[in-house]
């Protein structure tokens, strides 16, 4: 943080104290919150918290969501806007290179990648199809899922994948079409 890097938690098993420890020395993001994020575990009889209750106890914690409908079911966005609000939720693609494909039936699969994958029911699976290995979503699907399937306003969708994002990544003049901004 002292040299303005952003840190984020993401596919981590990491418990509450670790989170906390992070927390205490900058971190304020966690990566695609329910993919590949620990939960409560037991210990000898004991519960910990893992990095999703972590989220939800840090108040100010950045969630990001793959808000694909295929990653997190709508009712799960709901829940976590209901947790988070649009000031602490940003909407991730996740995207592979295939983002933003809609026809899948020339494409085969993931061919030279390092993990083998399939392109089957709108994401990308690996080859076993035992987990999700990314998604092929763009933005505008994200805004889409969230609006008509999960409830969330149109304005608070479209602010969660522009200013929160920006704003989360310190990065001056972006996320907004304001003048003396970046039209990007």
Known sequence: TANNIVGTAGHTDAEYDHMKAAYDEGLRSITHLYSCTSTITRH?????????????????????????????????????????????????????????????????????????????????????????AGSIATTNKLVQVCWKRAGISLTDAVKMITVIPAEMMGLANKGALVEGYDAD
């Not at 972590?54 to 806007?81: F, K, N, R």
């Open 44 to 132: 000898g009889g004991f519960r910990h918290l893992g990095v999703i209750e972590s989220a939800w106890i840090l108040d100010d914690m950045y969630v990001e969501t793959i808000a694909d409908g295929c990653h997190l079911p709508p009712q799960l966005l709901a829940m976590i806007y209901k947790l988070k609000g649009p000031d602490h939720m940003c909407l991730v693609t996740d995207a592979i290179r295939f983002g933003g494909v809609t026809d899948l039936s020339n494409i085969g699969n993931g061919g030279t990648e390092a993990v083998p994958y399939i392109l089957e029911d709108g994401v990308a699976k690996l080859a076993d199809r035992s987990a999700f």
